[in-house]
């Protein structure tokens, strides 16, 4: 039977439940953070004082916070900046990873002045390294996303490198050369398209590091101003309620672990699929 | 073996130089003046030119860096603006609980995390092994201060087995210490024990189809012995890699779990500095957090050579 090649990704891909179900998680979340201002029961900043601190009811399914506002409306506006962020940092770490990765592997002379950076921002902890490079840049969404792409670059372009290192010692590379194609190309054309599948996979696992991270960065008061609902914004501003309400903290920390967990089991899944000496076996 | 030892210190060397010269030059990308700063609202105009020249911010940028260096390989860190005395004292005041944090979460993550992953390599896709992997998923993915906030909740503010926050008096006993430390640890061992069942899991699983094993296990030995002997102690170089580099990046990873159990450590000491743009303070701090993880690192390649003779120097 004749089946074309997206159907076969999709069934190779799927065929731990898991990951399907993870996948479809993670569809429903990015689909009520699109469509949040016609899915969210009520306004994410409407104020009501006599409704503050309202346990999980029939009015409002999680509860409200302490300015009274609904947290299911929050949580699904706060999936906007949340996984806005997160997706913004892994489109630029994978931009600039992978040239770099490409540039380090091909040219020998460049390998070892940008693999010593990498080193270096390495030897820092993620967290740490984010805080500092906000507090020097400001804390605005868009610095936080600059900060995390700092932090994030350095581990694609070591999957990168070591990918490319591999295949320009391959014989179509030696031929495409052979043949006269120009650098540019053999980077951009031959080798690249033979790295996409270890950095898509990166890409899942970056994205479920970067909204950790976005959380925490948040939590501690250096990341996107409290006034927009994030996640994490969510749950600095309710940490000092969480005696009497538990529900305010404990929710939007449910949304994390969900939208995390669920990148990273399709992460999983794509890296089974995409590694060549585990395809066999499938 | 002097030869690699000698090289592996010269990149550590270089590593910190590039940390020390990103952590320089970044810092000064932040906005405004520093001695305007540190000098407040109130300072005048030659109040802050006298400052500028007593830190030798007069002088030309790379002037600044190369005295900057100076300094830092003396061991000097600086002045902190806010705490009136030199970083370092500052770091080493805080260095306790961030020490023994460390050491206790990565302690509880290696005693959850090597048994989990030992038993879900030998009984490979077994129930065992699917509810191993999938809780060290789910372990990776739970952001540390949200279980610390769940944790509080549960343990000290509803049950009262342990404090709710802080390190307890100046002088307090250690035993006292070890209750306030218990929560934090507890968290950061699971949220890090994630990784650890991985590398063990897949470390086990590549030496138990080794050659060797068949022949134990042809010569009669017990089970457990050919998977507790033979194996693991194969299969240690990786699992060892692993557990020191957790304790290498919670001395500065731990900033978010100490912040939510107001433990007064190093991250504690960061997170204030940053909100009052103590820059000395947080350039020390990276630059202490950098040199301990470059010299674990360095600590782990030469125990690779007590573990394992193959692997010489």
Redesign the interface.
Known sequence: MEQSPLLLFFRRMFRRKLVLIAFLVLCVIMLMALLAPWVAPYEPTAIKVIRRLKPPGELNWLGTDEFGRDILSRIIYGARASLGIGFAVVLVSMTFGTLFGLLAGYFRSLDGLVM??V???M???????A????????ASAFNVVLALSIVYTPRVIRVVRASTLVIRELPFVEAARALGVSTRRILSVHILLNVASPVLVQATFIF?YAV?AE??LS????GVPPELPTW?TM?ASG?QY??QA?WV??FP?LA??LA??SL??VG?GLRDMLDPKLRKAL | MWLKLGRRLGSLIIVMFLVATMVFFLTRLAPGDPAALMLGDQATAEDIARLRQVYGLDKPILVQFLLWLKEIATGNLGQSIFLQRPVIQAIAERAEPTFFLALFSVSVAALVGIPAGIASAVWRGRLVDQIVSGLAMLAANIPSFWLGLIFIQLFAVRLGWFPVAGYGEPGAPFMERILHLALPATVLGIVNSALIVRFTRASMLDVLSDDYIRTARSKGLSEARVVLRHAFGNALVPIITVVGLTAALLVGGAIVTETVFGLPGIGNLVVSAVLRRDYPVIQGALIVVAGIYVLINLLIDIIYTFVDPRVRY
């Open positions: 010593r950076v080193d270096a921002l030897a820092l902890p993620d967290i740490l390294l805080i500092f490079l906000v507090a020097v840049l400001g479920a950790l959380a925490g939590f501690l008061g250096a994490g749950i940490q969480a005696d538990f903290v404990l920390g994390i672990v995390a967990l990273q089991v999983d």
